[in-house]
């Protein structure tokens, strides 16, 4: 494979300095020793990041955040399992209508769904309540966690499923000691791509989110609308740093192309 | 990287990619109920009820103080048929995810074909690099487009003065321009990666073949790289030119409050207005007008490129 030339590596540096100019440029703000923002020159400072305890509003939207994206991603893939063996293993009507519904809340424009949501939560009671943004946060992790279980699925070597029933296997236990461990990685990354989404979801949780039960996205959005400070970038830089982290995690253990292009199928 | 992967790589966020075909032996041919209800229901409960009931919403009348009025009248359509504002919004809209399409396409498609040219060790961690904001929250990225804009002194209008790209410097907060910077830099990683993926499938057999029989570098590339990865640009322009289209953050955080785009437009109806029936016209409408390309253009593509997604 012939390298590339100068030109194309000059090309290649400003396009990721244009990559990484925002994501650097709120880290650098968030070190600053200034009450204002600015680029820190004189040294470096913690104290935005320390004043992040002071409100409790961030920290408690954390919370809400990992706890809805955990729970959201985790009864996604309870139901994206069942789902994604049904469409992998079984040629009936419809399979094809039906995995294009599964998948359309990628395609729904997230301000339609949000408002979809906030129209159907008034109208049932469940406005403004945990449990509201529990469904629409499983409706909208969905696709991710189903595409990479399906991928698993497609791929699964079937003659091992067929050892266990010749030797006696019952549905459950087959599916138990056989066909969920085989396709655990799948579910696993569906789950970690899921929760991501969920943890960065805004557009659609900013029409259901009420005080008490807002996610850190939709406090972060709310106090950039009125203001935009060195506290801000720091919790940016926090949440940045945490997904660096995740990312890592992901790249080493699925490979982050195979992830975020659906094919959760590494390693085989 | 064992790449050469079989099947059309699905797009990551485009519409309904045709299901895998069933594996072979023991595949059942009835419907698997028990398997599909659950996900079937959730999906009819919180999906399609829902979208109903918003797109009969947008039929209700509203008046300050009487709310919303369950009756059936085209009010709010007529109100987005005959008021220029709205017809003036969605071309914004329409116009800022063109141009974040055409930059995205431009810069992304030679990004990943560099990429692909890289060593091993390189190629792994850009891919990391260059992928890897697409996890990072929206605000978080937008938040350091408004910190390098910011006012008519900001760092990337010093940078391009200093380097004599412009004489004076050119309003970033609040306009059009901005707003398409950021969200080209927000869509990026998705043109890459679908490009990337169309890369994968190139044999690049055909390049060294190209070169024995005496093409210079520019034919190649025009002659057998282009048309091959084509595919990969033009269903990552869908991808970009949807999300683009019903960007909600950007936009907002921005653009501010004057520059209205679909999705805005629709929150400030719903949250700050309170005029829901209009609010849910606006954003049907958005998801038609949506749906209609994006299922009309994958046609054409597909009809186009057909042998390739064999």
Not at chain 1, 214 to 222: A, G, K, N
Not at chain 2, 78 to 103: C, G, K, N, P, Q
Not at chain 2, 239 to 257: E, K, M
Request: glycine share 8%; with cysteine; hydrophobic share 60%.
């Amino acid at each position: 494979m012939s390298r590339n030339g100068p030109l194309a590596l000059l090309f290649h540096t400003l396009f990721v300095i244009f990559m990484l100019a925002p994501i650097l440029v709120v880290c650098l703000v968030a070190f600053t020793p200034e009450g204002f923002l600015s680029l820190p020159t004189q040294g470096f400072s913690l104290r935005w990041f320390r004043a992040i305890a002071r409100y409790p509003e961030f920290i408690n939207a954390f919370w809400v955040s990992l706890w809805l994206g955990a729970v959201a991603s985790l009864i996604a893939a309870a139901f994206a399992v069942p789902a994604a063996l049904a469409i992998a293993r079984h040629s009936f009507r419809g399979r094809e209508a039906l995995s294009a519904l599964f998948l359309s809340p990628l395609m729904i424009p997230h301000v339609v769904l949000g408002i979809a949501f906030l129209r159907f939560f008034t109208q049932t009671g469940l406005s403004g309540t945990f449990p509201a943004l529990l469904i629409a946060h499983v409706v909208v992790v969905f696709p991710f966690a189903l595409r990479l279980t399906l991928a698993a699925a497609t791929g699964m070597d079937r003659s091992v499923e067929m050892a266990a029933v010749s030797l006696g296997a019952g549905s459950w236990t087959l599916f138990r000691r056989v066909t969920l461990p085989l396709i655990l990685p799948g579910v696993i990354s569906g789950w970690a791509l899921a929760f991501i989404q969920s943890f960065d979801e805004l557009t659609m949780t900013v029409f259901l989110a009420a005080p008490g039960i807002e996610t850190l996205p939709v406090r972060m959005f709310l106090y950039i609308q009125d203001n935009i400070d060195p506290l801000v970038t720091s919790v940016s830089a926090s949440v940045i740093a945490v997904t660096m982290l995740a990312l890592v995690l992901l790249d080493r253990f699925f490979g982050l192309d195979r992830v975020l292009s659906g094919h959760g199928d590494r390693g085989r | 990287m064992t790449a050469a992967s079989s099947a059309p790589q699905p797009a990551p966020v485009t519409a309904a990619p045709a299901a895998p075909a069933p594996a072979a032996g023991g595949a059942g041919t009835g419907t698997p109920w028990p398997l599909v209800l659950p996900a079937l229901m959730l999906f009819v409960a919180v999906v399609l009820i829902p979208l109903a009931m918003t797109v009969l919403l947008s039929f209700n009348d509203w008046g300050q103080y009487k709310g919303i009025e369950q009756v059936f009248i085209l009010k709010n359509w007529r109100e987005i048929w005959e008021d220029d504002y709205f017809l003036e919004m969605f071309l914004r809209t329409f116009r800022i995810a063109v141009l974040a399409t055409l930059i995205t396409a431009l810069l992304g498609a030679p990004e990943a074909y560099i990429l692909n040219r890289m060593q091993g060790r390189w190629k792994g961690f850009f891919l990391l690099v260059i992928l890897g904001p697409l996890l990072i929250s929206v605000v978080a990225r937008t938040l350091g487009w408004a910190l390098l804009f910011g006012g008519a002194n900001g760092v990337v209008n010093k940078a391009l003065m200093s380097l004599g790209v412009i004489g004076a410097p050119i309003p970033f907060m609040f306009t059009e321009t901005g707003v398409v910077v950021a969200l080209a830099h927000v869509m990026m990683p998705f043109m890459v990666l679908s490009v990337w993926a169309a890369l994968q499938r190139v044999d690049p057999q055909i390049e060294n073949a190209a070169m024995s029989l005496g093409a210079g570098h520019a034919t190649i590339l025009r002659r057998i790289v282009l048309p091959q990865i084509m595919p990969g640009i033009l269903s990552g322009a869908i991808i970009v030119f949807s999300l683009s289209a019903s960007a909600f953050a950007t936009p907002s955080i921005i653009g501010g409050r004057r520059l209205k785009v679909a999705a805005t437009l629709a929150y400030d109806e719903f949250l700050n207005t309170l005029n829901w029936p209009l609010g849910a016209a606006v954003a049907v409408l958005l998801l038609v007008a949506l749906v209609l390309i994006v299922v009309g253009s994958n046609a054409l593509i597909e009809r186009r490129y057909a042998e390739v997604f064999r």
